[in-house]
């Protein structure tokens, strides 16, 4: 077995302990475990929607057990102000009455990081945290301090209560690698959530690897070849989904009012490498870009009034477009199959 080998098994075994350590815990929700784990590994941001009570912040904390990796939790409300998430100077006085200026670290000062009901703060607070997002760094009286590593930041958002709240702008959006939709549990889950939720016992979670190894797995990230005839396809599918472009696929010209931008291809890319690495290979398939299409594509468009008007969800747009952009000639389709 070679070196780089050796490297993936270890991948697709980390990852496949990880879903199974989260899974004692979280009872079905399998996609959106997968889905977040995709961006862990990527290194990238989630932002999880879905109704209160569905688990979503027992499934960071798990996570943050399993990951060895220090968890903060920011609950957002309408006077939750920058200094609150990132931390302040305060004056501190030693014994001898000498007054100096003291960092008080704030919560984002984390490793794994929820930003629970992060649309019920203000844009000013909202943009404290994804400065951090994007950066890695924070900024204090003028004086910028760096993020530990690994940093990994996971917002929720409720969807049916919007009196109040201050949605993200579609710029901020684009900052998550993936928008996850938690969705409602069937009869058995539910079942199983009922049984596992109101007994004595609560399910050890194990170790399974620390931040310096999922550093590590994060390198091998990037690694993954990635054949051209994928990459143009994903170049297509970005500009499919613009329907100013001269190469609109037809459900965009008539259902969308923005497309996906550059940052929505370098998502469907890293994601999808990180897909093929969970499934133990080296190289993308065109099944890792339509595996990880929805989540990385569904916050990155804005329909149309005609959409809107027809109830025709995101989800449903970006399918129709992956429908209606051609892969590639079968001749060249070989090497990505």
């Known amino acids: 077995m070679t070196g780089n080998e050796e490297q993936i098994e270890q991948f697709h075994d980390v990852a496949a302990r990880l879903r199974g350590a989260v899974g004692n815990v979280i009872v079905g929700q399998e996609a959106v475990v997968e889905e977040v784990l995709l961006c862990l590994f990527a290194g990238g941001h989630v932002l999880l929607e879905g109704a209160p009570g569905l688990g979503k912040t027992l499934l960071v904390r798990t996570l943050a057990e399993a990951m060895h990796l220090d968890f903060s939790r920011i609950q957002f409300t ?128 194990p170790r399974v690897v620390d931040g310096e190894t999922l550093l590590s797995l994060r390198g091998l990230v990037r690694q993954v070849r990635v054949a051209e005839p994928l990459t143009r396809y994903v170049a297509r599918l970005i500009r499919a989904s613009d329907p100013t472009s001269g190469s609109a696929a037809p459900s ?33 398939a065109f099944s890792d870009i339509e595996r990880v299409a929805l989540p990385a594509l569904r916050h990155r468009i804005i329909p149309s009034f005609e959409a809107e008007a027809d109830g025709i969800p995101p989800d449903e747009i970006v399918r129709r477009i992956l429908a209606e952009v051609e892969k590639v000639p079968d001749s060249v389709a070989a090497i990505a199959s």
């Open 252 to 284: 965009a010209q008539r259902l969308l009012r923005y497309g996906a931008g550059v940052r929505g291809g370098q998502s469907l890319v890293l994601a999808a490498k990180v897909h093929a690495l969970t499934q133990g290979r080296a190289q993308v």
């Open 78 to 205: 309408p006077d939750l102000m920058p200094g609150d998430i990132v931390g302040t100077n305060v004056v501190v006085e030693d014994e001898k009455g000498h007054k100096s200026f003291q960092l008080q670290k704030g919560p984002i000062f984390g490793q794994l990081i929820l930003a629970d009901e992060i649309n019920r703060a203000t844009p000013k607070t909202q943009s404290a945290l994804l400065e951090a997002m994007a950066e890695h760094h924070v900024t204090i009286a003028g004086e910028r301090h760096r993020l530990e590593q690994p940093f990994f930041v996971l917002a929720t958002e409720n969807p049916i209560e919007m009196e109040g709240t201050y949605p993200l702008p579609e710029a901020q959006l684009d900052r998550f690698l993936f928008k996850v939709l938690v969705p409602q549990p069937d009869e058995d889950t539910l079942v199983g959530i009922l049984e596992l939720t109101t007994g004595t016992a609560r399910p050890e979670v």
